[in-house]
T-cell receptor, first 115, second 113 residues
Framework: DQQVKQNSPSLSVQEGRISILNCDYT??????FLWYKKYPAEGPTFLIS?????DKNEDGRFTVFLNKSAKHLSLHIVPSQPGDSAVYFC??????????????FGQGTILTVHP | EAQVTQNPRYLITVTGKKLTVTCSQN?????MSWYRQDPGLGLRQIYY???????DKGDVPEGYKVSRKEKRNFPLILESPSPNQTSLYFC????????????FGSGTRLTVV
């Protein structure tokens, strides 16, 4: 039973445009959400996070939106750059925003940004 | 340099031959975890540990063992590997409180024939 789902296996966008990556979850106990980015032959690296007490968090070109009623979050990248091409994973935790012992990931979305 | 180190990076083995993948972190993190990455399934948690001698099952623990005898090390043991354990494995660590979750190692590509 996949509690965190990324239903789009891939996304292709033009450089300079917006990339929107989506993530849905089923467990209402999740209260902290993270996005990770992964390049080939490397481990995932943290990108941005959001607590369930917020509905938006920004960090430079990256913004994460959380819609708790829909159990949906999205990552916006504006403007997209070729270096953003990677696999993006959504992850969720029910540890109160501090404990990540059990961190559940989605299937990942491959983002390709064309020059 | 702060890092999570896994060894080996690549491993090909035969069915039934016990193997251990080592993981070490130099950040004094309390939490450590093992994940496997498979196409279409993303990252799935195998086991995690919240401190020395404290471990718990993740979502896919069958066929794996772990131990946490020291804070810095968290080896993954496959006592009788099978072909369905062919996968890309990641070790990760985190402090007890952290807004950025886990720091991951570079991965171990395991093939069981």
């Amino acid at each position: 039973d996949q509690q965190v789902k990324q239903n789009s296996p891939s996304l292709s966008v033009q450089e300079g445009r917006i990339s929107i990556l989506n993530c849905d979850y089923t467990n209402s106990m999740f209260d902290y959400f993270l996005w990770y980015k992964k390049y080939p032959a490397e481990g995932p690296t943290f990108l941005i996070s959001i607590s369930s007490i917020k509905d938006k968090n920004e960090d430079g070109r990256f913004t994460v939106f959380l819609n708790k009623s829909a159990k949906h979050l999205s990552l916006h990248i504006v403007p997209s750059q070729p270096g953003d091409s990677a696999v993006y994973f959504c992850a969720a935790s029910d540890g109160g925003g501090t404990s990540y012992g059990k961190l559940t990931f989605g299937q990942g979305t491959i983002l390709t940004v064309h020059p | 340099e702060a890092q999570v180190t896994q060894n080996p990076r690549y491993l090909i083995t035969v069915t039934g031959k016990k193997l251990t993948v080592t993981c070490s972190q130099n950040m004094n993190h309390e939490y450590m975890s093992w994940y496997r990455q498979d196409p279409g399934l993303g990252l799935r948690q195998i086991y995690y540990s919240m401190n020395v001698e404290v471990t718990d099952k993740g979502d896919v623990p069958e066929g794996y063992k772990v131990s946490r005898k020291e804070k810095r090390n968290f080896p993954l043991i496959l006592e009788s590997p099978s072909p369905n354990q062919t996968s890309l494995y990641f070790c990760a660590s985190s402090p007890r409180t952290s807004p950025s979750g886990y720091t991951f190692g570079s991965g171990t590509r395991l093939t069981v024939v």
